[in-house]
């Protein structure tokens, strides 16, 4: 009783799809499912739409690594710019994060992942080499590794400072830390040693 199919193939293919993407489950991609095809002509048609023209248009920027439908990217077209200021990011949602702060106006270079021994992802997996021949040109002046504070991001950090030792760049990385509106009580031990390592003259 409990295997009955309730909806045709299409219908279940399309709740399977949605169950892959991060963020749902079964029972939310049923939900998701359900309401786009409640809502098939303002919804569910223009997502197809929408998404055929991503299959046919999006691609990866052959310069940074970011996602766009153009190539060179938007970011790496921008004359506005600053081509000395390179902030390297793990994946293209770290990218995005960092454009949404507005903080810098800067170029971007995405690895594609990190270092993981353990999951088979060494440097030839990642844009470690096209990272490296950008900052030889010469035109780049500082390099700000914005990768998380992870284990395999601070590998990852390490393996990139090595790789760009010796070339006329600087490498700077982001602050670890207490966040903005933390309160301490509520911290982690490494997030509070990390805070006090890097603590700043007032």
């Not at 023209?53 to 999006?58: D, Q």
């Not at 207490?178 to 982690?188: K, T, Y």
């Amino acid at each position: 009783m409990a295997n009955r199919k309730v909806a045709g193939p299409e219908i279940e293919r399309l709740i399977q799809l949605l169950a892959r993407l991060p963020g749902l489950g079964p029972r939310s991609a049923r939900r998701a499912a359900l309401h786009l095809i409640k809502k098939k002509d303002q919804l569910l048609v223009p997502l197809a739409d929408a998404m055929g023209v991503a299959v046919e248009k999006v691609g990866v920027c052959s310069v940074c690594g970011t996602v766009d439908t153009s190539d060179p990217c938007t970011i790496c077209c921008d004359d506005g710019r600053d081509p000395s200021l390179l902030v390297v990011v793990e994946d293209v949602a770290d990218l995005w994060a960092l454009e949404r702060a507005g903080v810098l106006n800067a170029r971007y270079h995405v690895l594609g992942g990190t270092l993981s021994p353990l999951d088979g992802i060494g440097p030839e997996d990642l844009n470690i080499a096209s990272l490296v021949e950008r900052v030889r040109e010469g035109a780049i002046g500082e390099v700000i590794l914005a990768v998380n504070a992870t284990v395999e991001g601070q590998t990852t950090a390490l393996y990139v400072t090595d790789q760009l030792a010796g070339l006329d760049v600087t490498v700077t990385r982001l602050a670890h830390g207490v966040p903005v509106g933390g309160e301490l009580d509520h911290l982690d031990e490494g997030t509070l040693a990390q805070a006090l390592k890097a603590r700043t003259r007032f």
